[in-house]
């Protein structure tokens, strides 16, 4: 559905409910710092939407966490305590969403999470992630790897649980593919420079590079290959599926392959794919407040995101009113009920056990084409 039509996408199912406190529904993302060119399109999402969520009252408060995560914390928790907010939506990065989900369990307050992670058990039972899973990400890239003959990697990624992510799921699958590590490389998000790891990767002459970073600093051990004269295949992850990613790249980053939502290649789609009208609207949507050039994966969860909420929003109204402890326990009740909804970046169907509901679906290869995403064969 358009954004325009989002205000009265569930207007019917709550036409019965008695009038409502107005929901609040509180931001953090990363707007300043290492994050920004993720946090900003978040952000921009939150700005192009309606003051009416399925005929309810809605009001967003956005603030910014500086790629900090005491500071997503302190967010989160002001606007919990200051500002009442029914639901937390954020953070940009997976850090601040680790130390976010802490304040939603200690508050007991619904977190939308809008970057992959895997939380351990009795640490998930308020927080729900928008983004495919890492694994389920990586399997595609381990699936051209093994399609096109990769039999050894070299690693390089971030040295915080992001990076650790990538890795460990690449590990645990390109073993079963017969792909052998032969390097596991490390850096951090502020790094202007990779130059020894490069070094390291290069002596073990792998067939092929994974790289585990995310934003801009994720073209870093990209444009470090290209000036020592690398030219084998380079593999990204969805966390760097943005404009950019390849702005900053350049030349360096043609021909890499990720793993993405489908909405980023939303007219390269076949009209069977599942995603794809409400991929294309929102996306048309988005071009048109924001401009083509500037289209990417990360507004399309921040949409997705405000779709559960919708999806949930009837069934919670039915218990408590917003503002109130039974609100959000009714809410995160009725988001664990949420089956088969169709976002921008695929199909969700929630359960108790599964606060991510996403398959195959959501996945699609992307390649770095004179200096555009591209679907991949």
Known sequence: MRLRELVVAVALSVASVPASAELTIGVTVSTTGPGASLGVHYRNTFNMLPKTLGGEPVRYIVLDDASDPTQAVQNARALI???RADIILGSSSVPNNLAIAEVAVDTKTVQIALAPMNLPPGKS???????QSIPLMVAGVVKHMQANGVKTVGYIGFNDPWGEGIYKAFSALSEAAGIRIVANERYARPDTSVEAQVL????????AVLIGGSGTPGAT??????????????????????????????????GLIAPTGPLVVVEQLPESNPV???AASFVADYDAAYGAQNRNAFAGYAYDAVLLVEKALPEALKKAAPGTPAFRSALRDALESVRELVGTHGVYTMTPENHNGMDERARVLVKVENGAWKLAE
């Open 81 to 83: 305590s200051r500002d």
């Open 125 to 131: 039972t308020w927080t729900f992630v928008v983004p």
């Open 221 to 254: 051990p990209a444009i470090s290959l290209a000036a020592r004269g690398y030219k084998g295949p380079m593999y990204g992850n969805h966390g760097m599926v943005n404009p950019d990613f390849i702005r900053v790249g350049g030349k360096s980053v043609e």
């Open 276 to 278: 794809k009208r409400v």
């Open 200 to 207: 390291k990767i290069m002596a073990a002459n792998p067939d």
